[in-house]
């Protein structure tokens, strides 16, 4: 009995101090910890590196982006983040990889006209919109390592003006934006704009599909064979007003419209659910789709956005981003250069 009593107060010394011990220490700051999280996140994204000090290295980054995920999700917000696949890079190497809009207008092709919803009335526009539920939109796809972003955003809202038009839906190819598209401004994987997309895909009298001119993730030599295999086209492009969410939620009410945003930003990088609000930048350097628009549960008004990161990105490869903010440019600069083709 009494040895018996000596080994369970013994077991209960062992415990407290063990948890006393865990409780001292900040499991973030764990090197230990924080090294199996890497091995762990290493395994899920299949990321090998090439030598023990470039792991090392990147373990560093790893680290100090958990923490800052960490320290946000912490917090009280709408939205919550995720150390996703961009999270052994640091920010200024996200930028230099991803960075695929380019915002010059100076020697741009681009000859947008006017803005066909001028004179839509807000108050007849529907409360909510998912372009996903009438069918305009083709599963998200992953750009890759290519910068090519621009390509992305110009299929996705052409694929939805071809859907809203014909009643079509067809996937359509960014490959040939990369290998094609390249006689003046837009430079494939080093990146474009979306409006001079549009002027080339109306020039070039519409686009081949995605399945006959598949994605290589690298700039090419343009097929010209392919290129002339038209599957849908375009007649123009409008821009909508800038920094005017109202007169964006007239496009978005009638199609999907490519815009840009601060795709570089850590709130927008390591985004995993609910609506994104507070403190993104402006600064524009990622071009993606706006698919609709709603209402969260909790009142939160929001814009549905595609984004081209693959599906495990965000919620399934989509994005919230809060609508009708203070801020003219809109969450991430959302509202400053919203444009969309015509059909
Ligand atoms: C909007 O209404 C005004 C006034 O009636 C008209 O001049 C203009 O052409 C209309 N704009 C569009 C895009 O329909």
Redesign the pocket.
């Known amino acids: 009995m009494a040895s018996y009593s000596m080994g369970f107060l013994f077991a209960l010394v062992v415990c407290t101090f063990a948890l006393g011990a865990l409780g001292a220490r900040d499991l973030a700051d764990d090197d230990w910890l924080i090294a199996a999280r890497h091995e762990q996140w290493m395994a899920r994204y299949g990321r090998v590196y090439s030598d023990v000090a470039e792991k090392a290295r990147r373990l560093e980054v790893f680290k100090a982006n958990v923490g800052f995920i960490e320290s946000v999700n912490a917090g009280n917000h709408k939205f919550w983040l995720e150390a996703n696949q961009f999270a052994d890079i640091t920010k200024d190497e996200f930028r230099a990889m991803h960075k695929g809009y380019k915002m010059q207008v100076i020697g741009s092709k681009a000859r947008a006209t006017?803005?066909?919803?001028?004179?839509v009335s807000i108050d007849d526009l529907p409360a909510s919109v998912d372009w996903r539920a009438n069918g305009a939109v083709t599963p998200v796809k992953d750009q890759g390592q290519c910068g090519c972003c621009w390509a992305f955003s110009t299929v996705a809202s052409m694929e939805g003006i071809v859907k809203v038009s014909t009643g079509k839906l067809i996937s359509l190819s960014e490959q040939e934006l990369v290998d094609c598209d390249v006689g003046m401004q837009n430079k494939g994987c080093g990146g474009g704009l979306m409006d001079n997309a549009f002027e080339f895909i109306v020039n070039n009298g519409g686009l081949d599909t995605e399945a006959d001119y598949p994605y290589t993730g690298a700039d090419g030599t343009c097929n010209s064979n392919k290129e002339s295999n038209i599957a849908a086209s375009i007649k123009g492009y409008e821009d909508v007003p800038a920094n005017d969410e109202a007169s964006l939620q007239k496009a978005v009410a009638a199609q999907p419209v490519s815009i840009a945003v601060d795709g570089g930003d850590d709130l927008f990088r390591f985004y995993k659910g609910g609506v994104l609000t507070g403190a993104c930048g402006t600064e524009l350097d990622h071009g993606v789709a706006a698919v609709g628009y709603g209402v969260a549960g909790d009142g939160t008004k929001y814009w549905l956005v595609k984004n081209s990161w693959g599906t495990s990105w965000g919620e399934d490869g989509f994005i919230r981003l809060e609508r009708d903010v203070a801020d003219e440019a809109g969450m991430c600069g959302l509202a400053m250069k919203p444009s969309y083709p015509t059909a």
Do not use: I, Q
């Open positions: 006017g803005f066909r919803y001028a004179n």
